[in-house]
């Protein structure tokens, strides 16, 4: 059965940095691409970017592009989406999900929370 | 990018009834490249339909997807209860992809 398991809520200040995971299994992780998708409270979904493990290639949304990171470590079959300096607007839901296109599996989410 | 405009924002209806969502994009999705997912309250989505028209594993036949070039729809002919949810189309014909902003379809 393929699982994607994400790392627990955060709650973070402005300007701290900050590494989200997500854990794949029940599959072959090197060979399929992970995306990252935010939802913002209340809101819809947004396209943020995706990591084909075996070799690293990333892809980015223009919206997203050096505003976050997406990496990935096949070894341990976990991919990451992190931020060196967040926002108040960072604040929502992230999740990942396996595609390069549609995305069939997902992750149960990680909630980000960025407060003074 | 392309934008996708999802329609309506909200579609009420009954049990039973026939709901039709419409998913209009601003320049035409290559090769349809557009899928579906169903959202409900404190879940992530699920996939429902991709390709614009096959549907994923587990999905039930009441759920179709239909459409080309700019226009598609999801059609699911007859509600059942676990069908009230929030729809997004998502297209991936052309980087970045992107999703539409959701179509609610609540209880009547």
């Known amino acids: 059965e393929v699982q994607l398991v994400q790392s627990g809520a955060e709650v973070k200040k402005p300007g701290e940095s900050l590494k989200i995971s997500c854990k794949g299994s029940g599959y072959s992780f090197s060979t399929y691409w992970i995306g990252w998708v935010r939802q913002m409270p209340g809101k819809g979904l947004e396209w943020m970017g995706i990591?084909?493990?075996?070799?690293?290639?990333?892809r980015y949304s223009p919206s997203f592009q050096g505003q976050v990171t997406i990496s990935a470590d096949k070894s341990i079959s976990t991919a990451y989406l992190q931020w060196s300096s967040l926002k108040a607007s960072d604040t929502a839901m992230y999740y990942c999900?396996?595609?390069?296109?549609?995305?069939?599996?997902w992750g149960q989410g990680t909630l980000v929370t960025v407060s003074s | 990018e392309i934008v996708l405009t999802q329609s309506p924002g909200t579609l009420s209806l009954s049990p039973g009834e026939r709901a039709t969502l419409s998913c209009r994009a601003s320049?035409?999705?290559?090769?349809?490249?557009l899928a579906w997912y169903q959202q409900k309250p404190g879940q992530a989505p699920r996939l429902l339909i991709y390709g614009a028209s096959s549907r994923a594993t587990g999905i039930p036949d009441r759920f179709s997807g239909s459409g080309s070039g700019t226009d598609f729809t999801l059609t699911i002919s007859r509600l059942e209860p676990e069908d009230f949810a929030v729809y997004y189309c998502q297209q991936y014909g052309s980087s970045p992809w992107t999703f539409g902003q959701g179509t609610k379809v609540e209880i009547k």
């Open positions: 320049q035409s999705v290559s090769s349809r490249y």
């Open positions: 990591i084909y493990p075996s070799d690293s290639d990333t």
């Open positions: 999900a396996r595609g390069g296109s549609y995305f069939q599996h």
